[in-house]
């Protein structure tokens, strides 16, 4: 059985934990507090990141654009990048779009200080949310969910007819959003029709039933109908 | 011939450009100056990151990791990935450490300070480098070639036996820095061998043509023997 480094509202290891339910591999999961720096952790991967998968036969796959594509090169059945080569880069801008652009202006820094902090000493910086940031963070995500409304103006999913890799990127980074109860869904209508269909499937039923010690999500967090 | 909007100190676009001309592909270049918002850029990428590709079919590549990606699968020929799964795995692995934590650590900073800053109005925060950033950089850039000399023990290029994506993705971010003169080549002698190495091929060579107006390259920049 595969083993997966990770944290709970971590949309990186979300987007990797989907993958591997979508394509029907459970693995046994590890949760690793990455920003204690284990010296263990480091051997694994010595940039101190989650995700890290660690296959039966010892194989080590770390960062987050390494691991998506090994999962597509490794596992192909169900594929989650089209076969047209355009098209994949297309699929690919927008996976990069959630994962650097998104995560920069509202995920990371909402997680961080919603979450994160919770687990670290005063020392360290950990300590209560600076309501600034989260203010900014909250102002940024209305535009994504606006384009995310727009791409569903012509399409089924983000990419095209199809559910791709670009998908499930974007809804790893709103169900910890989500988690923190800080998706305005209600004033987005087709971005929340968008997000249900995901939500429904079997592989983000494990996410929905995660837990952060102390913290436990707001009531329409694992609902379908919220 | 396909157009690549670029700027000629940026790791990222140099790595396109390497890539390009080890496949054999000219394009036709054109300098943007991202930071300046120009909406007939930001129609090509709404992101309005460099480098983006047009082909002569009209499609447009934009993205580090989709554009590196295109490249492999359009242009497989030479192929700068391997075939075997987990090495392709480590090559993307040493080409995402280089452009993530080398960047953050060492070549964005850098070039922020010493480069972009130049082109920039003082109101939109352009001037003289921050000294004190500049500083941390250079103390910083040690660790990463002390990494380079490392894999060179028992390596003939970064990721094996074989030249990858790693190498270009790491020369890249080295060539810009050696542009401002901040890479102490003659402490890390293997390093500085593979450098030679990569340095001596032609698709380096309009590389180092490049001059940014105003700022000439130091004596050593264009040298193999340096």
Not at 10 to 37: D, Q, Y
Not at 79 to 103: C, H, I, T, Y
Not at 126 to 136: F, H, I, L
Not at 180 to 187: E, I, K, M, R, T
Request: proline share 8%; charged share 25%.
């Amino acid at each position: 059985m595969p083993q997966l480094f990770h944290l709970p509202v971590s949309p990186a290891c979300r987007t990797v934990r989907l993958l591997l339910g979508e394509k029907g591999i459970e693995p046994a999961l590890f949760e690793e507090r990455a920003w204690e720096r284990r010296e263990d952790f480091l051997r694994l991967n010595p940039a101190g990141e989650l995700p890290v998968l660690v296959e039966d036969d010892g194989t080590v796959v770390s960062g987050f654009w390494p691991l998506v594509e090994y999962l597509e090169e490794k596992y192909p059945n169900p594929a989650f990048l089209p076969q047209d080569v355009a098209e994949r880069a297309e699929v690919r801008r927008l996976a990069d779009w959630f994962s650097r652009k998104f995560a920069a202006e509202v995920s990371e820094p909402l997680i961080y200080e919603k979450v994160t902090k919770r687990f670290m000493t005063v020392a360290a910086g950990g300590g209560g949310p600076e309501m600034s940031v989260v203010r900014t963070a909250l102002h940024n995500i209305r535009y994504h969910l606006d384009f995310v409304c727009y791409q569903m103006e012509e399409r089924t999913w983000l990419a095209g007819d199809y559910l791709s890799l670009a998908d499930f990127v974007a809804a790893a980074h709103f169900s910890c959003l989500d988690y923190v109860g800080d998706v305005p869904w209600n004033q987005y209508g087709p971005a929340k029709d968008w997000y249900v269909r995901l939500k429904s499937r079997p592989a983000f039923r494990t996410l929905l039933a995660d837990h952060v010690p102390g913290m436990p999500p707001p009531r329409a967090y694992a609902d379908l109908d919220f």
